[in-house]
């Protein structure tokens, strides 16, 4: 699907550093970060943490598509889609006792084992499943309701169907509803309380994570 004033595009080298702030804004209104990054908001650590997630890029594994202003050169729009195959459970590998990673300093190590387990928790109903993964899709604030949300979303679908496998994810509260939009299902929540770590009467409370699935009725 073409956007008008827009061109949907496979992510450059060139892209990396707009990608990472594209990243980084998109996580500031996440309540669990606020919790989760010590010396909130500690930009630079941020900055940093989401920069190596584009600087590894692999490419044989992820298609990632950037979305691009034709006027100013902006880039505006980001999808990463990474095709995943059943996993037996020959092939599941655990972590062995004595070689877990150590936490890094910037986190609060309460708040991460919690979004970490619930994470776990809710690959563990995709593993088993032929599908397409729905890592990343951000659009920036100042750049939507022209279509971009639906242009990507609508690349995401028909590779899907040619694949003749199902869409899935795990979201995050602020994006839920836009995935109903589009015809996603609810598989499974975890929920985990924010106030835990939080002053007390702060506002802080039960924070979810949710897994959902998207399949062709075609």
């Known amino acids: 699907m073409s956007i008008p004033g827009y061109t ?26 606020r919790l989760l990054f010590k ?3 500690n930009e630079a650590v941020q900055r940093r943490k989401y920069a190596a997630v584009f600087e590894g890029l692999d490419l044989s594994k992820t298609e990632f598509v950037s979305v691009v202003d034709d006027e100013t050169g902006d880039l505006v729009g980001h999808l990463a889609l990474t095709r995943r195959r059943s ?47 729905l890592t990343y899709i951000i659009v920036n604030p100042a750049h939507r309701r022209r279509g971009i949300g639906r242009a990507l979303m609508e690349h995401v679908f028909n590779k899907a169907k040619a694949a003749g496998v199902p869409v899935m994810l795990s979201t995050e509260p602020q994006v839920y509803e836009f995935f109903v939009k589009y015809g996603f299902k609810h598989v499974k929540h975890v929920d985990f309380d924010l106030a835990k770590w939080a002053p007390p009467y702060s506002g802080f409370g039960i924070f979810r994570l949710a897994s959902m699935i998207w399949e062709s009725r075609e």
């Open 8 to 33: 949907l595009r496979p992510v450059q080298s060139s892209d990396i550093p707009a990608l990472s702030d594209l990243l980084y804004k998109s996580k500031l209104s996440l309540t669990v970060n």
């Open 39 to 41: 010396d909130w908001p």
């Open 87 to 133: 996993i037996s459970s020959t092939e599941t590998q655990s972590v062995l006792p004595g070689n877990e990673q150590k936490v890094p300093d910037f986190f609060n190590p309460g708040v991460l084992a919690a979004v970490g387990a619930a994470a776990a928790e809710l690959a563990q109903d995709t593993k088993n499943i032929d599908h397409y993964e």
